[in-house]
């Protein structure tokens, strides 16, 4: 099994009008950085707020009529994806989330309907859960990305971002269980071979960086961080998007808490755009120097917007914040 160019028109069909279509625009401030055009991919701009509308979309919409309902675990936004698309469905949908998940997306899961089952510290507990729910239940369960159906979804991105700019030469990709990243290397290496993909995620329990590195999927600590959109691990039955992603990733590159901070800042005050921390990886790749340099257009996908906006008001004032047990000293942007 495996996810093909052809999956990802199949799936464009079935999100459109709901989940598609985001403007891709360029940042100034960020193109004369690279003395390129960079482009941000506003998925901040869907109606829940990230692009994980798109897979779930295309998970729920194809379920055949005979299924009662859907069940997944999620840091978050997958869950907010699921939860739309199984009321624009009318169907059942239970979200299963750790207790490191902001509130502010917990909030706006309950307010689409969904039902809520707060499990544990870690996404793994909330995956055992949800898949417990899918054996007692009769769920169907619907994983954040180790899904064909998600990662089509996903893949559309790469396909809408190379027609509005067929001449991009790499594409940074915010990366956790690499749904999003697998789907768009499918789409954009199959329309342009030799395009550059590369993931980006944060240092601490960077899971698809530490398996590509040892060859199989392993298990990494979960840590609470600015990119809590990026926590949980690959899976170690992982069967997609491992393999998708060692095979099509041109690289992956690391980003700690501070340089995710800044890019948060430059993002808001030069582009004045709110995202949450896992949105600005890119970006936050780009401004420490950690990426090789670029001879053509680069884009960078705008996750999603869904943070807590006490925690983005301090970051902005420059004061401390707290993320788990552990204080990021304040200010940064311009130093
Ligand atoms: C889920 C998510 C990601 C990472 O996507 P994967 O498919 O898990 O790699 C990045 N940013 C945001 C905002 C997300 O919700």
Same mark, same amino acid.
């Given at each position: =099994?495996?996810?093909?160019?052809?999956?990802?028109?199949?799936?464009?069909?079935?999100?459109?009008?709901?989940? /598609?279509?985001?403007?891709?625009?360029?940042?100034?401030? =960020?193109?004369?950085?690279?003395? $390129?055009?960079?482009?941000?991919?506003?998925?901040?701009?869907?109606?829940? !707020?990230?692009?994980?509308?798109?897979?779930?979309?295309?998970?729920?919409?194809? $379920?055949?009529?005979?299924?009662?309902?859907?069940?997944?675990?999620?840091?978050?936004?997958?869950?907010?994806?699921?939860?739309?698309?199984?009321?624009?469905?009318?169907?059942?949908?239970?979200?299963?989330?750790?207790?490191?998940?902001?509130?502010?997306?917990? /909030?706006?899961?309950?307010?689409?309907?969904?039902?809520?089952?707060?499990?544990?510290?870690?996404?793994?507990?909330? =995956?055992?859960?949800?898949?417990?729910?899918?054996?007692?239940?009769?769920?169907?369960?619907?994983?954040?990305?180790?899904?064909?159906?998600?990662?089509?979804?996903?893949?559309?991105?790469?396909?809408?971002?190379?027609?509005?700019?067929?001449?991009?030469?790499?594409?940074?990709?915010?990366?956790?269980?690499?749904?999003?990243?697998?789907?768009?290397?499918?789409?954009?290496?199959?329309?342009?071979?030799?395009?550059?993909?590369?993931?980006?995620?944060?240092?601490?329990?960077?899971?698809?960086?530490?398996?590509?590195?040892?060859?199989?999927?392993?298990?990494?600590?979960?840590?609470?961080?600015?990119?809590?959109?990026?926590?949980?691990?690959?899976?170690?039955?992982?069967?997609?998007?491992?393999?998708?992603?060692?095979?099509?990733?041109?690289?992956?590159?690391?980003?700690?808490?501070?340089?995710?901070?800044?890019?948060? $800042?430059?993002?808001?005050?030069?582009?004045?755009?709110?995202?949450? +921390?896992?949105?600005?990886? !890119?970006?936050?790749?780009?401004?420490?120097?950690?990426?090789?340099?670029?001879?053509?257009?680069?884009?960078?996908?705008?996750? !999603?917007?869904?943070? /807590?906006?006490?925690?983005?008001?301090?970051?902005?004032? +420059?004061?401390?914040? $707290?993320?788990?047990?552990?204080?990021?000293?304040?200010?940064?942007?311009?130093?």
């Amino acid at each position: =099994m495996t996810v093909t160019l052809a999956d990802i028109l199949a799936a464009r069909r079935v999100i459109r009008g709901v989940a /598609d279509a985001t403007p891709l625009v360029p940042s100034p401030y =960020m193109s004369k950085v690279i003395g $390129q055009d960079f482009l941000l991919k506003l998925e901040n701009m869907q109606p829940i !707020g990230a692009f994980k509308l798109r897979g779930a979309m295309n998970a729920v919409m194809t $379920q055949p009529e005979t299924v009662q309902g859907v069940v997944c675990c999620s840091t978050g936004n997958h869950g907010r994806g699921v939860a739309y698309a199984a009321a624009l469905r009318g169907m059942r949908a239970v979200i299963c989330m750790s207790n490191l998940v902001p509130q502010a997306k917990i /909030d706006g899961i309950r307010a689409l309907g969904a039902e809520v089952r707060i499990i544990g510290t870690t996404q793994d507990e909330a =995956m055992h859960e949800s898949r417990r729910l899918c054996e007692v239940e009769g769920l169907v369960e619907i994983s954040p990305f180790d899904d064909p159906a998600v990662i089509s979804g996903q893949g559309t991105i790469g396909l809408e971002m190379l027609e509005q700019r067929p001449d991009l030469t790499a594409i940074l990709v915010p990366l956790s269980g690499g749904g999003l990243a697998a789907g768009i290397a499918v789409a954009a290496k199959a329309i342009n071979p030799g395009i550059r993909i590369i993931g980006i995620t944060m240092e601490e329990g960077a899971a698809m960086y530490r398996s590509i590195r040892v060859g199989h999927p392993v298990e990494v600590a979960e840590v609470a961080s600015l990119a809590d959109s990026l926590g949980g691990g690959i899976g170690l039955a992982n069967r997609l998007t491992f393999p998708i992603c060692r095979d099509l990733l041109d690289d992956v590159v690391l980003v700690n808490e501070d340089e995710i901070r800044h890019a948060m $800042q430059v993002l808001f005050f030069e582009d004045r755009i709110v995202a949450e +921390g896992a949105s600005v990886v !890119g970006l936050a790749a780009t401004l420490a120097g950690k990426l090789p340099g670029f001879d053509g257009p680069v884009g960078t996908v705008i996750t !999603g917007r869904n943070l /807590d906006m006490a925690i983005f008001n301090r970051i902005m004032a +420059g004061e401390d914040v $707290q993320i788990g047990t552990y204080t990021l000293k304040g200010k940064t942007y311009g130093a």
